[in-house]
């Protein structure tokens, strides 16, 4: 079962702008996390926040969260050509699950 | 280096021939996972490890085996691959199981079964 749900599908902004992709899930959580993958390739760990944090920053991403809406963001200011990637969240489902789900997942093209 | 190797990477087989796909890390994570990745669908969990000895079934294990004899070692097995198989696999380590732990991706077994 897919806890998180990303929004949008795919992005196309050209380099130097902001990009900003949304997750949704259904459940409480205790942590969200954001994953980069690169095309065909593992994916790569950005970003954690907690469900009692509302807003964290790592060098030019910003995720928020909003546990009211069960929803987070993750920002990336200045996009450049090498942040051509899709974009993950992974939830766990709150209340002591030891799995993390991950949604589909948002395919970013900066174009440079 | 820390790391979570994969072997093979790409594999083209034939319908009903057995095969493994390795999975080793050298972090001394306790939890290990593998996922496939299918266009649309985004990343499904097969089966994931605890521990040693303990592993449990993820969101779609038909056809598929694990094993967890060694903490470094989980290797995933398809008995009898059919084409609906055909796939980008991935095994994940982290620290321990939990939301809070950041999960270590290999490169990705890249499978086709004719």
């Known amino acids: 079962s897919q806890q998180g749900e990303e929004d949008p599908q795919a992005l196309s902004i050209q380099e130097g702008e902001n990009a900003t992709m949304n997750c949704s899930y259904k459940t409480s959580i205790n942590n969200l996390q954001w994953y980069r993958q690169n095309s065909g390739r593992g994916l790569v760990h950005l970003i954690l926040i907690r469900s009692n944090e509302r807003e964290k920053h790592s060098g030019r991403l910003r995720v928020t969260l909003d546990t009211s809406k069960k929803s987070s963001s993750l920002l990336i200011t200045a996009s450049r050509a090498a942040d051509t990637a899709s974009y993950f969240c992974a939830t766990d489902a709150g209340g002591g699950s030891y799995i993390p789900t991950f949604g589909r997942g948002t395919s970013l093209i900066v174009h440079p | 280096e820390a790391q979570v190797t994969q072997n093979p990477r790409y594999l083209i087989t034939v319908t009903g021939k057995k095969l493994t796909v390795t999975c080793s890390q050298n972090?001394?994570?306790?939890?290990m996972s593998w996922y496939r990745q299918d266009p649309g669908l985004g990343l499904r969990q097969i089966y994931y490890s605890m521990n040693v000895e303990v592993t449990d079934k993820g969101d779609v294990p038909e056809g598929y085996k694990v094993s967890r004899k060694e903490k470094r070692n989980f290797p995933l097995i398809l008995e009898s691959p059919s084409p609906n198989q055909t796939s980008l696999y991935f095994c994940?380590?982290?620290?321990?199981?939990?939301?809070?732990?950041?999960?270590?991706f290999g490169p990705g077994t890249r499978l086709l079964v004719l």
């Open positions: 972090m001394n994570h306790e939890y």
């Open positions: 994940a380590s982290s620290l321990q199981a939990g939301g809070q732990e950041t999960q270590y």
